[in-house]
């Protein structure tokens, strides 16, 4: 490759797609995707393909550290070292007076594997606070858990090449068509060559993805785990479960059975508001496919049940065996670009690196060794939503935010914008200006963005990519591992001493050694020479691993699966008279996120220019609605005012929001999070964003 053509990852989603990058004859940054990449063979999505506006447009990027000299000053331009000799005095002295769990991080899945683990390092090491979340824990968190419980470790045990060898996917919770685009244009290419494959999507909307469904179960929301055990009745009553997998691999299948035999069929048809014969017969594609691959992503996870829906749901990969096996597995879809990377260096505040256990002190004693530490704390830190509820009550005194945008995703905006004018200190490090959290900022911290910075991610099946700086950052932007490593030299504290970014994706892949995520043998110089590889990483020569458990053998001490069983839950917040309907949310093609990058090029907002409420046409005729009418969506923490879409592609009884929209770009456009709550799974804790109870009404001027 020439040196000015660079091949890099698409910095989006957690699909991952390799792109290259190149200047034309003007200077002019070109993004094309890579035909040679694994993951796309060359296609992008509408996201990907514009990328380079991105890179090119910095006219809202932040270009100098800021500074405000006390509660209600301007912020004011400072240089590096002022910055952050004040955000070391103001941590020295609340840890002092008060103790390190005063303090917390919020960072995020966009984060590089390299940054994560410095912060880790930084806050669970040398801080000794576990305070440490991201905003991977409103993604990805019941699924770390779904498959922990079941698999022994948070591990996805499928490849991408598991699409083309399966002959039935069974896709819940998830509009990949518009969210994972190139997963899912290889799933219409293979069924495009194979139309005998079986397509069933479970959604109580009629999304993009639904046009390639062989059946669409449009259920009530928050019936999957019912739904779940239906198809687990039919199957164990067909005959069609794999009883030589279930007794050589795995525990739990008769206290399985005995909870799916407690709920007719009839039953979960009403209470899921399927027919039964559609439950039959995506029982019938199970049985008869050699690949069977469930897919997931935020319909399930987000829930106040997230936990118990991974597990139903992956019970059906157990109960018939489909795991290990070319084309079978369960796959949940990761949302963010390196979600899985922050999960590979222990980047929650409930994880240790690689997989190691929090809660295990042999672990702990094993990273504070490697980190010449003499103690990682024991307590877990807190969560996303608990560190706004800890600020809100003054138990966490300063957060530092970092690449993430909490004021338009975190649940009940408003309580979170309580929280942020009571915290003593928010430290906000980002690349745009329009971050919502700035103007409760007392520092803000200019970080370098995508194709700035050198380092690693990890997509949604298991695979790294090296990443390449190919811009310099504006004004005095630095990457955000400069930024941490500064920091930690403020704070007096050895062990950030690296060369460079290299030596610290080495000493992080050391740390992996003799884990189920061994990449101990890995490095910049292997990445850059084979594009990218799959953790566990073997050595040149080996058969890499594409497929995990295919001798059957899983991670949980007894070395055998665990069908777990779980009951459907009541909503903590159901519908009521004055309350009368459901809210789900969620993502539309062209945007990401809050819009921070996406909501900067015009080709993207064409797609769909402003927020707008799916509703059913019952439910609109009922309040008078017509379509594009101005509504109030009232729920029982904040209101929200968006155009109507009046539509049948969702069921009566739900309406929809995207979660795009918010103040980012000085917009009045209401946040869609005024009206989610604070209601997480008690596993997982992960917010529940797919169930709100509102009522919705006609905007009539006063
Ligand atoms: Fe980027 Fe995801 Fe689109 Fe691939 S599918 S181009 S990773 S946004």
């Not at 694994?38 to 992008?44: D, F, K, R, S, T």
């Not at 070319?326 to 690196?353: D, I, K, W």
């Amino acid at each position: 490759m020439k040196p000015d053509r660079f091949k890099s990852t698409c910095s989006y989603c957690g699909v991952g797609c390799g792109v290259v990058v190149s200047r034309d004859s003007k200077g002019k940054i070109k993004v094309e995707g890579d035909a040679t990449h694994p993951v796309n063979q060359g296609m992008l999505c509408s996201k990907g393909m514009n990328l380079h506006y991105v890179v090119e447009d910095k006219s809202d990027r932040l270009t100098s550290p800021q500074m405000r000299w006390g509660k209600g000053h301007d912020l004011v331009d400072t240089d590096w070292d002022t910055a952050l000799d004040r955000a070391a005095a103001v941590f020295k002295s609340l840890i002092e007076k008060y103790g390190p769990n005063s303090v917390g991080f919020y960072v995020s899945g966009q984060c590089l594997t390299e940054e994560y683990y410095l912060i880790n390092k930084l806050a669970k090491g040398f801080i000794k606070t576990n305070n440490i979340d991201t905003n991977s824990r409103l993604c990805m968190s019941s699924a770390v858990m779904g498959y922990q419980l079941t698999l022994g470790e948070d591990v996805v045990p499928v490849s991408y090449e598991d699409i083309e060898l399966a002959d039935c996917f069974l896709v819940t919770g998830a509009n990949p068509a518009w969210c994972h685009p190139i997963i899912w244009r290889r799933v219409e290419k293979h069924k495009e060559l194979n139309p005998d494959i079986k397509v069933i999507v479970v959604d109580p909307r009629k999304t993009q993805t639904c046009q390639l469904a062989d059946l669409h179960l449009q259920i009530i929301p928050g019936t999957d785990v019912i739904l779940y055990h239906a198809i687990g009745r039919c199957l164990i009553e067909r005959g069609a479960v794999d009883i030589g997998f279930i007794n050589g691999h795995t525990d739990g299948f008769e206290a399985y059975k005995q909870e799916v035999m407690k709920t007719s069929l009839e039953d979960a048809s009403e209470l899921c508001g399927v027919k039964i014969t559609d439950i039959q017969l995506a029982a019938t594609y199970i049985e008869d496919a050699k690949g069977f691959l469930t897919m997931w992503a935020m319909g399930l996870n987000q829930s106040a049940d997230g936990v118990d829906k991974n597990l139903a749901l992956i019970d059906l990969n157990l109960i018939t065996g489909h795991i290990g096996k070319p084309g079978s597995g369960p796959f949940s879809l990761t949302g963010q670009p390196n979600a899985m990377g922050g999960r590979e260096v222990g980047g929650m505040a409930t994880m240790l690196s690689s997989h190691r256990k929090l809660a295990d002190p042999k672990h702990r004693q094993e990273v504070a060794a490697y980190w010449g530490v003499d103690h990682v704390p024991s307590e877990p830190g807190l969560t996303a939503t608990q560190m706004i509820e800890a600020l809100e009550s003054g138990k966490m005194k300063a957060v530092w935010v970092i690449c993430t945008n909490p004021l338009v995703s975190l649940p009940d905006s408003n309580r979170v914008e309580n929280a942020l004018k009571n915290a003593k200190f928010v430290i906000v490090q980002d690349i745009s200006s329009k971050a919502s959290v700035i103007p409760y900022a007392d520092l803000v911290l200019p970080a370098a963005g995508w194709s700035e910075k050198e380092g690693t991610m990890t997509n949604s099946e298991r695979r790294i990519s090296y990443l390449n700086k190919i811009a310099d950052a504006p004004g005095m932007a630095l990457p955000d591992a400069e930024i941490i490593l500064r920091f930690a030299k403020k704070m007096g504290y050895n062990g950030f001493e690296y060369d460079s970014m290299g030596d610290v994706f080495r000493e992080h892949c050391q740390l992996t050694k003799g884990t189920n995520i061994d990449i101990s043998g890995l490095d910049y110089d292997i990445l850059k020479t084979k594009g990218t590889v799959q953790w566990p990483y073997v050595s040149e020569g080996q058969s890499p691993v594409k497929r995990l458990f295919e001798d059957g053998k899983f991670y949980t001490p007894n070395q055998k699966a665990q069908i777990k069983v779980c009951a459907s839950k009541a909503s903590n917040e159901p519908v009521s008279p004055d309350f009368p309907l459901i809210l789900t949310t969620g993502r539309i093609r062209d945007q990401w996120h809050t819009m921070t990058r996406t909501g900067k090029v015009n080709k993207l907002n064409q797609h769909i220019p402003k927020p707008y409420l799916e509703i059913h046409p019952i439910d609109a005729e009922a309040r008078g609605v017509k379509e594009n009418d101005t509504v109030i969506v009232q729920g029982h923490r904040g209101k929200v005012k968006v155009p109507a879409k009046i539509t049948t592609d969702i069921r009566q009884g739900v309406v929809f929001l995207p979660m795009h929209w918010g103040k980012t770009f000085g917009s009045d456009f209401s946040r869609t999070n005024n009206l989610t709550g604070n209601t997480i799974d008690p596993i997982s804790k992960q917010p529940d964003f797919k169930y709100s109870a509102v009522q919705v009404d006609k905007f009539k001027k006063v």
